[in-house]
């Protein structure tokens, strides 16, 4: 029993189980409707045409005691015995006596269960559940007691709820099987769908895609989005093994460094001091680049957990505050062309490391006596942050390699400067974050320039008052 409760529980959140429990309500809730109606409909019909032959009877009655001497006997059975077999009277003449017709006495007091319908109509049931119309006449001192057996009605009755139930059972059968199967079909589908996901959970095969059924349309969307899903995780889990592999390549390498420096330490340490001098100043070069490396290794993990808030900002502004604190610090030209109210959204802070970033990267690749421009200005849909630099151009094929995350265009140079491959992967995943788009085109003049652009916010001014910048050493 116990087991059966258990199944039943199981079962009744099914589609399965609730389609064919709202049919079968449904089809119990319009059988209902419908026989109750018809039962009501015809019923109210039979009793108005009684109600016909009771006025029929009782113009006869009232005619027969308008005569001198009437004959109640002959009167009777002409009225009621063969015209209205059914019908049945009680007569009280004026000196007292009873006429009765033939079975009016048992009728007369059965009246098991009463309704009054007027002051001279009244319906009951007898014992044997059979409908009876009782009306009582008055005229010349004579009281008629009219009685009908409604037996066509009480025959209706009966076969109607046997039809009704016959045919709600065969309904419910019948319906029901053709539910239950048109349901398995329709979920078969999502069914087979959720079983492939189940063992796909079990085997955790990312590379395995849910099968895409013809029909519904529901189902087919939802196999769609979910190989979607699929595909975008097994994309950023190939991402972090691909991110794992490599910072751990890094940093395996000036672990390896150190290790090195302070066995040379331990072994010549105490006979060549001058050793313990190079390799303090290598040890701390490279914890310095190692520590550098962790820190925007965090920072990328926060940058893929969430993004902040975005609100509009003037470019042309932290442009020029990044400018004025980094000028004394760059060793080649440095000149800007910023145009005034450019706005865009974003974030601030973001767009700082941006910049601030963008600058840096073309610090490390531009000679000393190059040059680098900051320039900032918009169009009618866009706000741009262009940084420009007279280094080596960047081949077509590596363009788009140098903002993955520790790719670098010579390594040995980047390793020199300190550089970890990852400032450019960051500056993409900020612009990317505030809806933005970066990349990096050659120009007429020999170098290169990254672009940075974003949405252009509403109010901020196109093509403004530009303001010019320049330092040099």
Known sequence: MKAWIKAFKKQKDTMLFRMNFWFILILLVTVLFIGVSALAVVSYQLYQGTRQDVSYVEHQLIATARQKNP???????????????????RIQTP?????????????AGSNQYLVKLSLITSFFINNRLIPIYHQTVSYGG???DIYVRMLSIRHFIKTMVKVLIFCTALGILFG??????ISRKLSR??????????????TKDLEQRVPLPAHPREVRDLAVSFNHLMAQLERQIEREKRFVSDASHELRTPLAAIRGHVELIQRHGTDHPEVIRQSIHFVDHESKRMQRLIDQLLMIARLDRKAKALFPVDLSIIAGNVIADYASEVEQTLTADIADNVCAPANEDYVHQIIVSLLGNARKYTPAGGW?????????????????????????EEKEKIFNRFYRLDKSRSSEQGGTGLGL??????VEIENGRIWVQDMNLPGSEFVVRFEKWPDGGAGGEKRSLRSGP
């Open 71 to 89: 004959d109640w006997n002959e009167a009777v059975g002409d009225a009621l015995y063969a015209q209205h077999p059914d019908f049945y009277v």
């Open 95 to 107: 000196d007292g006596k009873t006429i009765y017709s033939k079975g009016s006495e048992g009728i």
């Open 142 to 144: 004579y009281t008629f």
């Open 176 to 181: 029901s099987l053709a539910i239950y199967q």
């Open 189 to 202: 589908p999502l069914t087979d769908v959720t079983l492939f996901i189940n063992r796909l959970t079990r």
């Open 372 to 396: 680098i421009k900051i320039i900032v200005n918009s169009d009618r849909n866009y706000s741009y942050i262009r940084v420009q630099n007279s280094g080596s151009r960047i081949p077509d």
């Open 425 to 430: 992967a960051i500056v993409r995943q900020l």
